[in-house]
């Protein structure tokens, strides 16, 4: 358990240790929404599911806005999550956590992996990856190929490396609350990840897995879409010696056409169902509808909706829906 302790500085060791610690006492989710835009239905869907088992389990619903990606954010939008979220009588426990005020965390843990031999230096042009990623390529798997680079080619030639994690053979894997256990070869199917780009950006896996251990998250609810990018965040955690928490990912939510929503794209959030005439109560409803919580029409706040559920009931409706979208996605 305590691998990582040789690894980190002494106090980013003490801080792993105590989220790991904290992880064992009781419940501890979070919300975790990049800043990219308004929140559509599927991203208030799924804060209003992790705030309700959060509350039901008597633990705590942490936000933290990742916020790394800075030309991704978009002026305003985090003021509008947090809006958002109140509104809908979501209130999340302590201060809101900004990735961007974190980065000295990630950065030592950066470092502690380097000077283990964990990271290589990665000279793979963007085009040069967009052949990996093309129809006749590796399928967007990492081949590895700077593995054996020359520890000083970034200096020699004045440009900086982007740093990947060396994965080593074998599967990754984790707990998976609404479908069979996570697993994804390494090497085969994941590929060596990048956790610090070229540009200097520090990657979302990197950021997520220190987060999840430090903040001592027991249970990570969030949306299908990001089930493969759990193994990256599982091996980051492995190298630093820990465990992931629990994963349930949840079905996306799909429009008219079948098609997900995208938060950039400007897919439909509460602005579009107030100007509809939706107050809280009637998107509360829609919302737990969507996951067949309540009956369609249902009209309730979160604390109503909250009284009406125990764990247990919860568990099963969200069972029931993931079963649900898996079938249909197979018919
Ligand atoms: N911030 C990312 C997103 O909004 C990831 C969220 C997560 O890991 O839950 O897609």
Same mark, same amino acid.
């Given at each position: 358990m305590a691998s990582f302790l040789p690894l980190l500085p002494q106090h980013l060791a003490e801080q792993v240790s105590a989220g790991l610690r904290q992880r064992e006492q009781g419940y501890r989710g979070r919300f975790a929404p990049s800043p990219t835009g308004a929140m559509h239905c599927g991203n208030l869907r799924t804060a209003l599911l992790g705030w309700l088992e959060a509350r039901l389990q008597g633990g705590a619903w942490l936000l933290r806005i990742d916020d790394l990606d800075t030309p991704r954010n978009r002026p305003g939008a985090s003021e509008a999550i947090q809006a958002d979220l109140l509104w809908l009588g979501l209130a999340w426990d302590g201060s809101v956590l900004w990735q961007s005020e974190r980065r000295g965390i990630y950065g030592s843990v950066l470092s502690g992996l380097r000077r283990q031999g964990w990271l290589y230096g990665c000279r793979c042009s963007r085009r040069m990856l967009a052949d990996i990623s093309a !129809?006749? +390529?590796?399928? +967007?798997?990492? !081949? +590895?190929?700077? /593995?054996? =680079?020359? =520890?000083g080619w970034g200096m020699e030639q004045g440009r900086c490396p982007s740093w990947r994690l060396r994965l080593p053979a074998g599967a990754l894997c984790w707990q998976e609350r609404y479908g069979p256990p996570g697993e994804l070869d390494g !090497?085969?199917? %994941?590929?060596? %990840? %990048?956790? /610090? /780009?070229?540009?200097g950006f520090l990657a979302y896996h990197l950021a997520t897995a220190v987060d999840e251990l430090v903040l001592g998250i027991s249970d990570v609810l969030r949306g299908s879409d990001l089930w493969g990018a759990t193994a990256a965040q599982v091996a980051v955690m492995a190298r630093l010696g820990a465990s992931p928490p629990r994963y349930g990912h949840l079905p996306l939510w799909r429009d008219g056409q079948g098609q997900r929503l995208s938060k950039r794209e400007g897919s439909e959030g509460l602005a579009g169902l107030r100007a509809q005439g939706l107050d809280a109560p009637a998107v509360v409803g829609l919302l737990a509808a969507s996951a067949g919580? %309540?009956?369609? +029409?249902a009209r309730l706040s979160a604390a109503e909706l909250l009284q009406e559920l125990t764990p247990s009931c919860l568990d099963a409706c969200l069972r029931a829906f993931s079963d649900g979208a898996a079938s249909g996605a197979k018919t």
């Open positions: !129809p006749h +390529g590796l399928g +967007g798997v990492y !081949p +590895g190929s700077c /593995r054996e =680079l020359a =520890l !090497p085969q199917a %994941v590929g060596d %990840v %990048v956790l /610090r /780009r070229a540009d919580l %309540v009956p369609q +029409g």
